[in-house]
């Protein structure tokens, strides 16, 4: 056991040997990877950022039932009495047409309304069902339009359902990203370690005749693959966090103008090591499949 | 010990380099192969270190027999063989230090008594103190040494040499020969291939004498 850990411990200390040995080399490796991988970790962080500014924005999706402006009295109590016995509903709240047209005054419209000598708002119903299930929405939907003395029903969560539909279409696009990127990044190392193996060719038979085992000769490829990774991740790491560093007082003043509190956050810990994980196995990966297809023995 | 029976090697050009060889090395043996260039000298060697397989025939080292061995298991063959080959096959770009530990690097020895193993293989072949020099900047026997001390830091307990004294004058080559000798009398098994039958000659080795391949007289 002792042995094993020698062993890879000497392959590991190769590995960086032959890393330092190359500055500009493995610089420019780790540039390569880092800006790569930096495209969708920071398309990945935007969509997270813009999905948990929806969370904190939406709050449970209602439903808002309104009135026809010459509804009956009965109309609007038998609707108010069918919404209080309906099991599908969490609740329901009353917006009274008198009540609605304070909200508007306090709002800061009072001059505009003041002109106006009947209030022209409709009563309103805003309804939460129970549970999240669109069709659940969308059967409530025709239940209450059919109703004598409703005129319209809105589904308050269309655009909550809209946004969601676009971040579920952000993240399959920046997977697609991660994925063909992640390939370009296993090709560069691949090609790497190809060109490490032909110029240690004589190291490699010699050590062979000598005893070594495949692992052994393996080794330090793999461990050269993985930290080329790394380091590439790191790269990516810093890249991401500049930038969001760059944007983080733009965009929070531009939130303000909105009346909104918005800041962007970076990568936190599971996300930085998930994308230094990421990295160091491409850069296994590739080599992996550079040591499978050149270390084939050949001798003479 | 080494045995080859009825062993061929036809070498995928469709040229038959060995053509039915068979011979016994006992244990503790001093064994000097030799013959023209080209009469399969090298081929022979090599089939003992797994370097190639047989056509037909089999070889075996101690009782195992290497042409049916499995890929994995041809490293630890070699960790018990001494191997010196016709190129010196010195990594050029390490010191003389690093190239005698190479077998103990490989075999994972922890690195003092590595550094001590090598000290000592480097003074049984006369290069005391020469460790930190560079390959490049030795002479030729003194390349041909590191190679010898390298096959012996192991401690094996069979030495296969081909041809070290090719490209020395004659008391170099003598000096190489005597240090066989000293491995062979302190009970390695020696097997040396060699141009020169003379070399040997006062050591009185076994003799094996390969004429396009095959063995000639005593020998076989
Ligand atoms: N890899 C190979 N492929 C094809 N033919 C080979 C190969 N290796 C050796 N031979 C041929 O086999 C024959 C024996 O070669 P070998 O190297 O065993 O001879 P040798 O006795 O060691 O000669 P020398 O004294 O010149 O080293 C030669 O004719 C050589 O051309
Ligand atoms: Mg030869």
């Known amino acids: 056991m002792s042995n094993w850990f020698y062993l890879h411990g000497r392959a590991f200390m190769q590995a960086l040997r032959r890393l330092a040995s190359q500055p500009l080399g493995t610089l420019l490796s ?53 919404l209080r016995g309906d099991a599908q509903l969490a609740g329901y709240r009353h917006v009274t047409k008198d009540e609605a047209l304070r909200q508007l005054e306090k709002g800061g419209l009072g001059d505009v309304l003041g002109g106006l000598t009947a209030n022209p708002l409709p009563d309103a119903f805003i309804v939460t069902p129970r549970g999240e299930d669109p069709a659940l929405y969308d059967s409530l939907h025709a239940r209450f339009a059919a109703w004598p003395g409703v005129a319209h029903v809105q589904l308050d969560s269309a655009w909550v359902k809209r946004l969601h539909a ?83 007082g733009p965009v929070a003043s531009l939130a303000e103008t909105y009346g909104a509190v918005f800041a962007l956050t970076g990568p936190g810990p599971h996300e930085s090591a998930a994308i230094l994980g990421f990295a160091a196995f491409l850069g296994w990966l590739g080599s992996a499949i550079s040591v499978r297809r050149h270390l084939a023995e050949r001798l003479t | 010990m080494i045995v080859f029976n009825e062993v061929v090697k036809q070498y995928p050009g469709g040229y038959t380099a060995l053509a039915g060889v068979s011979f016994e090395i006992r244990h503790g043996e001093l064994a000097v192969l030799s013959g023209h260039s080209g009469a399969g000298k090298s081929t022979l060697l090599k089939l003992i270190a797994a370097i190639e397989r047989p056509t037909s025939g089999s070889v075996s080292i101690n009782g195992q027999n290497v042409s049916a061995l499995r890929p994995r298991a041809i490293p630890y ?94 008391a170099y080559a003598n000096e190489i020969a005597s240090l066989f000798k000293s491995f062979n009398a302190a009970g390695v098994t020696v097997l040396v291939s060699t141009h020169d039958e003379r070399l040997f000659a006062q050591h009185s080795p076994r003799r094996l004498v390969l004429h396009k391949g095959l063995l000639q007289g005593a020998g076989a």
């Open chain 1, 30 to 82: 780790a540039l390569v990877v880092g800006i790569a991988l930096s495209l969708p970790a920071a398309g990945y962080l935007l969509i997270d950022n813009v999905a948990s500014l929806a969370r904190g924005v939406s709050g449970t999706p209602e439903i808002s039932v309104f009135m026809s402006q010459d509804a009956s009295a009965e109309d609007i109590a038998a609707a108010e009495k069918r």
């Open chain 1, 166 to 248: 676009l971040l579920g279409l952000g993240r399959s696009a920046v997977l697609l990203l991660a994925g063909l990127l992640g390939f370009a990044l296993v090709i560069v190392t691949f090609n790497t370690i190809r060109l490490q193996i032909l110029t240690q060719r004589h190291e490699i038979d010699v050590s062979r005749l000598l005893g070594a085992t495949d692992p052994f000769i393996r080794r330090p490829f793999y461990w050269f693959g993985s930290l080329q990774g790394l380091l590439g991740g790191c790269v990516a790491l810093a890249t991401v966090w500049a930038t969001v560093h760059a944007l983080g």
């Open chain 2, 77 to 170: 063959l070699r960790r018990n063989l001494g191997l010196v080959l016709q190129e010196h096959r010195l990594l050029y770009d390490r010191s003389v230090d690093d190239n005698v530990m190479l077998p103990l690097v490989i075999t994972g020895h922890p690195p003092r008594d590595a550094a001590k193993r090598v000290a000592a293989a480097l003074e049984r072949v006369g290069l005391s103190g020469r460790g930190r020099e560079m390959p490049a900047g030795l002479s030729g026997g003194e390349q041909q040494r590191v190679a010898i001390a390298r096959a012996i830091v192991n401690r094996p307990s069979i030495l296969i040499a081909d041809e070290p004294t090719a490209h020395l004058d004659v």
